[in-house]
């Protein structure tokens, strides 16, 4: 990218930055288990919690226990469990009608990314009853007080029972936007590690690897804060030490109960630092081949990071360090290295491939650089500015 855009990028990043310093960034509180989260409820008044889940996670029955933990402390509650993958306009307003017509008076999300995404969504319909939900599409449009939100995350990855983004579909037109907004941060995460024993190791392997691109991708970013750093930090040690036995050991609830805390982690970073060019491409794909989010990420993070080269040098060296996986007599450079070879390595030993195969049309190749040059620039604050022609060339070396 040339100076000129590079500089544009920049002051439009520092400007977000100086601006988010006065945006009111929370964090949920942490709620252990399902009694913890009725009796949370109940301290703070509210009686009628509408549970949002998807339909696979209500085939396999996972609110039962939610549900029988309200029963027992005397709550009332309504159940929405009518989330699909790529959750739409239809769906909320599907789900406010029951929240209406039940007389709820707060939201219990229960799922993975959808039923987050869903219950988002649903707390400004609640808010704005007749207003049309796209004139929320980007940033800081929620000016109401929204009712409260706690979210139980089913996977360990996602992050986004920390996260201040929705993503919706408008039906009528298959526009997928995002709503960012710090009142879409739920008021609690709900963390039950049981409900991750069922989960099959590939699902484990992709979803561990988003938490880690964004716990990364937030620390080599310009725009850092002490806060966020440390969360990224924290929850790639959590990563380094718990994914793999999890991937090995799906049922133990302490691996899983760790991986759900890096997943919070790297969603509390990520949420205030923003993603980059990793997330920007996983993105691309997923749009035009439905590649699975953590799996496109995973793939595409050490070929990113080499084309990063030397600005990434100093924190990924500091990774590795941290890691201890390289002398710190060896150079930045190296030890930078040795943190990709890391990433490889981690992906290997899940069995994620190193390259995509027999994915990637030739054809599509300019529009998916493009789409991704769209989302990640200016807004991303990545550690080297790179254009749609080079990221091109960053996704045909993750090609095969
Ligand atoms: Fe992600």
Request: with cysteine; aromatic share 8%; net charge neutral.
């Amino acid at each position: 990218m040339n100076v000129f855009a590079t500089l544009g990028c920049r002051i439009f990043q520092k400007g977000l930055y100086l601006a988010s310093l006065f945006l009111p960034f929370r964090l949920p509180e942490e709620i252990e288990g399902a009694d913890a989260l009725a009796v949370k409820l109940g301290e703070m008044g509210l009686r009628k919690p509408l549970l949002v889940t998807d339909r696979s996670l209500h085939a396999l029955g996972m609110e039962k226990k939610f549900l029988e933990a309200f029963r027992a402390r005397g709550l009332d509650y309504a159940l929405f469990f009518e989330v699909d993958p790529n959750p739409t306009f239809s769906m909320v307003e599907k789900g406010y009608a029951v929240y209406r017509d039940e007389g709820c008076d707060c939201l219990v999300a229960l799922g993975g990314g959808s039923a987050m995404d869903a219950a988002k969504t649903l707390s400004i319909r609640i808010a704005y009853p007749q207003k049309d939900l796209t004139s929320f599409k980007g940033i800081l449009k929620v000016h109401r007080k929204l009712v409260p939100l706690f979210a139980i995350p089913t996977t360990a990855g996602t992050g986004s029972e920390t996260t201040l983004a929705a993503v919706i579909i408008n039906d009528a037109t298959r526009d997928k936007f995002q709503i960012d907004d710090p009142k879409l941060i739920p008021l609690g995460a709900v963390f039950d590690p049981t409900l991750l024993g069922g989960l099959p190791p590939h699902i484990i392997a992709s979803t561990g690897m988003d938490a880690l691109t964004h716990a990364v991708e937030s620390f080599i970013g310009h725009s850092n804060y002490r806060q966020t750093k440390k969360d990224a930090l924290e929850a790639i040690r959590l990563i380094h030490e718990h994914l793999l036995p999890f991937y090995k050991t799906p049922r133990d609830e302490m691996e899983a109960r760790a991986m759900q805390r890096a997943a919070f982690l790297a969603g509390a970073a990520f949420t205030r630092s923003y993603v980059g060019y990793v997330h920007a491409l996983a993105h691309s794909l997923g749009g035009t081949y439905n590649v699975p989010h953590g799996l496109a990420n995973a793939v595409l993070l050490p070929h990113v990071l080499k084309a990063y080269g030397k600005s990434v040098y100093k924190r990924l060296a500091y990774l590795s360090d941290m890691l201890g996986l390289l002398d710190k007599t060896h150079a930045k450079k190296e030890r930078a290295e040795a943190f990709i070879r890391y990433v490889e390595e981690l992906n290997a030993a899940m069995g994620i491939p190193e390259y995509f195969e027999n994915l990637v049309k030739e054809e599509d190749i300019v529009a998916l650089a493009r789409h991704a040059a769209k989302e990640g620039n200016p807004l991303y604050p990545v550690p080297k500015t790179m254009n749609a022609k080079e990221l091109e060339i960053v996704l045909r070396s993750s090609l095969k």
